[in-house]
């Protein structure tokens, strides 16, 4: 159990590190950088990581899953409306336009993900956490109407992180958001459509 010291220690380890991240990439970024971005010594990362960066990496990733939905609210929860559907996509938009090429979450993926078991436990909670959020948000408009009812939900919502994520790759590849744009933009135009055609 950490004091509250010891809390506010590791964590601005954590944002130091993501930080760092997001300013070199984390192939580039080292623990002397953290340390000296964070003013901690190396024996304070080891005994708040005592599994060296690879630990610190992990953290980093878990506060980022977070920060990856947070960022998204309050319209995440309130996807009542195609205004509501409209602000979330401005939201998701803004958040990776600011973040740029280097995604911490990223790390969690790329360089955690295919062989750690708690990152790919990490990112599946991240991962069905936001698709639930958005099949909920789906099936309001089904009921209202606005979206066609023939629709599976699940899938639906599961096609849309998968774009998402599809152009956070790319932007992350290129330094280009336009494929985040188009795929959130159509999305949402063929989803709309759908309650339409339906109607018709």
């Given at each position: 159990m950490l004091?509250?010291k010891?809390a506010?220690?590791?964590?601005?380890?954590?944002?130091?590190?993501?930080a760092?991240?997001r300013?070199?990439?984390?192939?580039?970024?080292?623990?002397?950088?953290v340390?000296?971005?964070?003013?901690?010594?190396k024996?304070?990362i080891?005994?708040?990581?005592?599994?060296?960066?690879e630990?610190?990496?992990?953290?980093?990733?878990?506060?980022?899953?977070?920060?990856?939905?947070?960022?998204?609210?309050?319209?995440?929860?309130?996807?009542?409306t195609?205004?509501?559907?409209?602000?979330?996509r401005?939201a998701?938009?803004r958040?990776?336009?600011?973040?740029?090429v280097?995604?911490?979450?990223g790390?969690?993926?790329?360089?955690?993900?295919?062989?750690?078991?708690?990152?790919?436990?990490?990112?599946?909670?991240?991962i069905?956490?936001?698709?639930?959020?958005l099949?909920?948000?789906?099936?309001?408009?089904?009921?209202?109407g606005?979206?066609?009812?023939?629709?599976?939900?699940?899938?639906?919502?599961?096609?849309?992180?998968?774009?998402v994520?599809?152009g956070?790759?790319?932007l992350?590849?290129?330094?280009?958001?336009?494929?985040?744009?188009?795929?959130?933009?159509?999305?949402?135009?063929?989803?709309?459509?759908?309650g339409?055609?339906?109607?018709?």
């Open positions: 004091t509250a010891g506010a220690t590791r964590r601005r380890i954590i944002d130091g590190a993501a760092e991240i300013d070199k990439g984390a192939a580039t970024a080292t623990l002397d950088d340390r000296a971005r964070t003013s901690t010594s024996s304070q080891f005994h708040y990581f005592p599994g060296g960066k630990e610190l990496l992990l953290a980093v990733a878990a506060r980022e899953a977070v920060r990856v939905l947070e960022d998204q609210q309050p319209h995440l929860d309130d996807l009542t195609w205004q509501a559907w409209r602000d979330w401005d998701v938009i958040r990776y336009e600011q973040q740029g280097n995604c911490p979450l790390v969690l993926i790329t360089e955690l993900g295919r062989s750690t078991p708690a990152a790919q436990a990490l990112t599946t909670q991240l069905e956490q936001w698709q639930a959020a099949r909920a948000g789906i099936l309001r408009m089904q009921e209202t606005e979206a066609d009812r023939r629709l599976d939900a699940d899938r639906t919502a599961a096609a849309l992180v998968a774009a994520q599809g956070v790759v790319i992350m590849s290129t330094g280009a958001i336009g494929h985040l744009e188009a795929a959130l933009d159509t999305f949402l135009t063929l989803l709309r459509a759908s339409r055609a339906r109607a018709r």
